[in-house]
């Protein structure tokens, strides 16, 4: 094995393959979580939420400093998190009609209300970059084994509650505070609408769940593989291969239902 090759690997262990798997535990919740923001249609809630978790963990650098333990951060994105989930829950419980220029309102608050915290930090363009595009290839190992093992729980509570309402918003934001700080507000969107969104043609659940997982792995993999070759920026170059994936799929449903 000659030195190139010795290298590529090296950096597929240590980078990629810790980012891929990162990625599958997002896809893994998100996915299905995405059908039902898809039915329910609040497309637009998981960007609501994403904000608001970023914004707590925000609070958290800006109060405690940049040393402040990843537990401590995510215990503070998620506190906000549930509040607005709660906060949701119940405006829709008064007034659907009203529900999505609400959740476009809590958006905009929880986007400017970080700039504000920043105001003053040097560094703020910088906490914002990581905030929208996520930090994949930097997931730590205790980073993966925590999403692990709460995604674990998370799939298991979303299969057992999965008739309850209340659970659903819960889970939604549980869910969110965990993949936000790994892969930012813009994948996160992505992850949860497009592999939904593209197999909207598919009757059956079972085998509409299965393409959702493949699109999304299959786009993952390719976004990373291209920031690694590229050199581009990793978030945002899933974001699209996510899309051009989805495109794909959606198309070949399209002409199978013309050709059937």
Not at 39 to 50: H, P, V
Not at 73 to 93: F, K, P, S, Y
Not at 209 to 229: C, E, M, N, P
Request: neutral net charge.
């Amino acid at each position: 094995m000659n030195a190139d090759a010795v290298n590529n690997f090296a950096v597929f262990a240590d980078i990629l393959l810790p980012a891929l798997v990162a990625g599958l535990l997002v896809i893994s919740t998100h996915v299905p979580l995405g059908f039902k923001v898809l039915s329910r249609g609040i497309i637009f809630m998981d960007l609501a939420i994403a904000q608001v978790a970023g914004l707590g963990a925000l609070l958290i650098t800006v109060l405690v400093g940049e040393q402040a333990p990843p537990l401590v951060t995510q215990l503070g994105a998620m506190v906000l998190a549930l509040a607005a989930a709660l906060l949701l829950m119940r405006c829709e419980q008064l007034t659907q009609r009203y529900q999505e220029p609400l959740i476009g309102t809590l958006f905009v608050l929880a986007a400017t209300a970080g700039i504000l915290v920043l105001a003053g930090d040097p560094h703020a363009g910088e906490h914002m970059t990581d905030l929208l595009s996520g930090q994949i290839l930097w997931v730590s190992s205790e980073q993966l084994v925590t999403s692990a093992a709460v995604t674990g729980l998370l799939l298991v509570t979303l299969w057992v509650t999965r008739q309850s309402h209340a659970m659903f918003y819960a889970l939604f934001a549980v869910a969110i505070t965990l993949s936000v700080q790994m892969v930012g507000v813009y994948l996160v969107f992505a992850t949860l609408i497009i592999p939904a969104l593209s197999t909207v043609r598919i009757r059956h659940d079972k085998r509409r769940l299965q393409v959702a997982y493949g699109l999304a792995t299959i786009g993952y993999a390719l976004g990373l593989a291209g920031s690694a070759l590229l050199d581009l920026p990793t978030g945002p170059l899933i974001v699209w291969t996510l899309a051009a994936c989805g495109l794909i799929t959606a198309s070949t449903l399209q002409l199978s239902a013309k050709s059937a």
